[in-house]
């Protein structure tokens, strides 16, 4: 029998070891693949990883240490997650972020090291250097570097480490603009990991395309689960894929994560290249916004493939249920798949109480792949869990024989292709508007991204501005994609008798405006002024 025979696979305890133990069995085996570098083979990526742990463990940093990684997609924020969560704690985030959001994560991470691209503009950088807190460049080959750097040379690599080491803290947005942190043990990333490559049968003859960027919650998971396999890991941009479909399909890829959103772009470019039709793949996942049954039907017509379905949480560290195995397994319409077998979930009222199948209530969830609670945030964690350790996902659903369909959301959060937004971070940007005297951020369906970003604003009486003008002065202080598509000037907000604003309302009464700017008046509604 071979080394790559699944008998012989050790159970390791970690990721980590997982790579350490393919690049002893199989050496030469390509584990990452780029569009832009050559091949990294296993003992390749355990060279890298290893050298990049010694560099940080020179530099004072251990077990305990956070490492804000504000790096774009690519080899290198591969090679730098994976040899972070090897050595300390990885924070990944997105290097796009403005000045007014980098410098209070920085703020409530508390990093001892940020790790930028090298000649790259990221405001992480600036944000750091005011903060005291050590910037260091990374090249494209994974090296690290900073000018008058003096760290002792070490040849002592830093010690594994164990299933209840934190390898990630992840940042996710609460209910307010103040991002919570979500700490991921090494035991979460594996059990989560181990789980899809059981489910999806994966083995070292596949080759995994993830274009999930690596500060999302899926992109170095995705990576560690086609690594803890034994198979090659595709690292690529959408933009990349979507401009090289010749190269992704002389990679040969047999499996591949898209967003809806992506799948749609791919589904109009494939209509007059064909190139699309001979990726060799044998099944397509999605996820983080609604895969709607006619998109599935679509992509399925256009590979000839089963298109599956997923539904999870940063707090769970990915999918709580998914559909796999289509062709011995059943799939139900409407439904995001079955619960993951290390994984329990329960339909609950408001009060905490357990509701029959086809009963709809909060969607909750408990197992070891689901986090214990949120870094120095007592309160946020207690509202987070019900007792007996159910993690509150605050999404509404139902079950039905083992099937979960997820119907809607309890929290005000906006689903934009993915990326979970706080309204209320935006409405403190737009009421800081010296003409804006109050604002409420909503969501609007929008067929590319499940859900676009959209406010209502009341001007002072002296007041005035338009949407465009509005729009471009948000783009400096918010990420591009919290930026309000549409901007809606109303003589007042809905609100309850508390005072809360409701913000379904406000979906309610533009959505029929689409998310496409108007040169005409506002629509007629109850809220257009």
Not at 107 to 119: I, Q, S
Request: charged share 20%; proline share 9%.
């Amino acid at each position: 029998m071979s080394a790559t025979d699944a008998s012989l696979i050790p159970a390791p305890p970690t990721a980590p070891a997982a790579i350490a133990w393919w690049a002893a069995a199989t050496p030469d085996a390509p584990a990452l693949l780029g569009m832009r570098d050559n091949p990294v083979s296993y003992a390749e990526l355990q060279m890298r990883v290893e050298d990049f742990a010694l560099q940080l463990t020179a530099r004072g940093l251990g077990r305990t240490d956070r490492v804000v990684l504000a790096l774009p997609d690519g080899l290198a924020a591969v090679v730098a997650g994976l040899a972070t969560i090897r050595t300390a704690i990885a924070v990944p985030v997105n290097p796009a972020q403005p000045p007014a959001e980098a410098g209070p994560i920085l703020a409530t991470v508390t990093p001892r090291l940020v790790v930028v691209a090298r000649g790259a503009e990221t405001d992480y950088r600036e944000s750091a250097m005011r903060a005291n807190i050590p910037v260091i460049s990374l090249d494209p080959a994974g090296i690290l570097s900073r000018d008058g750097d003096s760290a002792p040379m070490l040849t002592s690599a830093p010690p594994l480490p164990t299933p209840d080491d934190i390898a990630m803290i992840l940042l996710t947005s609460g209910t307010t603009d103040v991002p919570r942190r979500v700490p991921v043990t090494h035991g979460n990333v594996l059990a989560t990991c181990s789980a899809r490559v059981r489910a999806r049968r994966l083995t070292p003859h596949d080759r995994g395309l993830s274009t999930a960027p690596p500060y999302f919650v899926l992109g170095l998971a995705r990576v560690i689960e086609s690594l803890i396999s034994g198979g090659s890991a595709i690292v690529a941009s959408a933009s990349e894929i979507v401009r090289q479909p010749e190269a992704i399909s002389a990679l040969a890829p047999t499996w591949t994560w898209l967003s809806p959103a992506l799948l749609e772009t791919l589904l109009e470019e494939a209509r007059t290249n064909p190139t699309y039709r001979s990726w060799p793949l044998r099944f397509v996942r999605s996820g983080g916004a609604q895969v709607t049954p006619d998109l599935i039907a679509r992509v399925q017509a256009l590979w000839g493939v089963p298109v599956l379905n997923g539904y999870g949480t940063t707090e769970t560290l990915g999918y709580i249920a998914a559909e796999e195995s289509p062709e011995t397994t059943p799939r139900k319409l409407g439904s995001v798949g079955l619960i993951r077998d290390e994984l329990q979930v329960a339909i609950r009222n408001l009060d905490g109480e357990p509701l029959p199948d086809g009963a709809d209530g909060e969607i909750t969830v408990r197992g070891h792949s689901v986090f214990t609670g949120y870094l120095d945030d007592a309160d946020a964690t207690a509202d987070a869990f019900f007792p007996g350790g159910w993690y509150r996902t605050g999404d509404l659903g139902y079950m039905e024989a083992g099937y979960l369909f997820v119907t809607g959301r309890l929290r005000e959060m906006i689903n934009r292709g993915g990326e979970k937004i706080s309204p209320a971070e935006i409405d403190g940007v737009l009421r800081a508007h010296p003409a804006v005297a109050d604002a409420a951020a909503f969501a609007l369906p929008d067929a590319r991204l499940g859900q676009e970003v959209a406010a209502a604003i009341v001007l002072h009486e002296q007041g005035s501005i338009d949407e465009r003008a509005l729009r471009g002065w948000a783009a400096g202080r918010l990420s591009p994609h919290k930026i309000p598509r549409r901007i809606w000037i109303v003589d007042e907000l809905p609100r309850t008798g508390s005072g809360k604003v409701q913000r379904g309302e406000l979906t309610r009464g533009f959505s029929s405006a689409g998310v496409e700017p108007e040169s005409g008046p506002a629509p007629s509604g109850e809220w257009a002024q």
